[in-house]
């Protein structure tokens, strides 16, 4: 499997939040419309601390909802957080996952991160009831005006593509249709949510220029996040429904 590169600590969680706000409204107009209802058991895979599990329960209202992920530290900080799901340390890479067929398996920006999305993808699909349908949310492209949140970006995806994924994994399932909605975050908020990686890879940084060029971005972006009126990042998003019969090769 690929590596995740940004963390499961404390302060991964507070990045972690900020993202699940921004995203907030589009997921759940997502999962509104196409998470069929009544469904028995629903999944959400690389459940991270919890955030996408809560707008699950919330929103499709399973009989039984299980989050899964890699990370003991997320599972922890996800129990108090969704009393009613189980949570269970798993690879989503190997299947089948815990808790027999699934009517909704939901995936937000977990693709990026794996090998191979669209096999991966059919892999899953093998283990969904009569019905069911995958939900999944994946970067399509990223626009972000010239200086730290461009350089940002550049660095963060060539740290996913050294971990083994693709930071912008919604080209890869453009063959499967779906559509693309637009998350837009002030350069403030991305200014605050990019920091948390940065203080990571510094801390796993030696010296030279490599922590120099951290260093450069540190304070550009913390000079973004105090700056209102600068030009802002939007998130383009690939939302993609996938069921049993749908042509994944």
């Known amino acids: ?27 759940r107009a997502f999962l509104a419309r196409e998470a069929p209802t009544g469904a028995a058991l629903a999944v959400d895979l690389g459940c991270g601390p919890g955030f996408s599990t809560e707008l699950v329960a919330a929103t499709c209202r399973p009989r039984a909802l299980v989050g899964l992920d890699a990370s003991e530290q997320f599972l922890a900080m996800a129990r108090p957080l969704v009393p009613t799901a189980r949570f269970v340390r798993h690879d989503v890479t190997e299947v089948p996952p815990p808790g027999g067929p ?13 090998p191979d999305p669209p096999a ?12 069911g349908v995958i939900l999944s949310e994946e970067l399509e492209d990223i626009e972000s005006p010239d200086g730290p949140l461009r350089d940002y970006d550049d660095l963060s995806s060539a740290m996913v593509r050294r971990g083994g994924g693709v930071m912008c994994a919604g080209p890869l399932l453009a063959p499967l249709g779906g559509r693309c909605v637009r998350v837009e975050a002030s350069a403030a908020l991305a200014a605050r ?23 450069r971005l540190q ?5 973004l996040a105090h ?3 600068a030009a802002g990042v939007t998130w383009i998003v690939r ?11």
Request: hydrophobic letters at 45%; proline letters at 5%.
């Open 227 to 229: 700056s209102p009126s």
């Open 102 to 114: 699934a009517d909704v398996i939901y995936a937000r920006l977990v693709l990026a991160h794996l």
């Open 120 to 131: 991966l993808l059919a892999r899953w699909c093998e283990h969904l009831a009569a019905g």
């Open 219 to 223: 304070r550009g972006l913390a000079e």
């Open 239 to 249: 939302q993609t429904v996938v069921s049993r019969g749908s042509p994944l090769r």
């Open 193 to 215: 949510i990019y920091s948390f990686n940065v203080r990571l890879w510094l801390e796993r940084a030696g010296g030279g220029p490599a922590k120099e060029r951290l260093l």
């Open 1 to 27: 499997m690929a590596r995740y590169t940004f963390g499961d600590d404390e302060p991964a969680r507070a990045r972690l939040a900020l993202v699940a706000a921004a995203y907030e409204p589009v997921s």
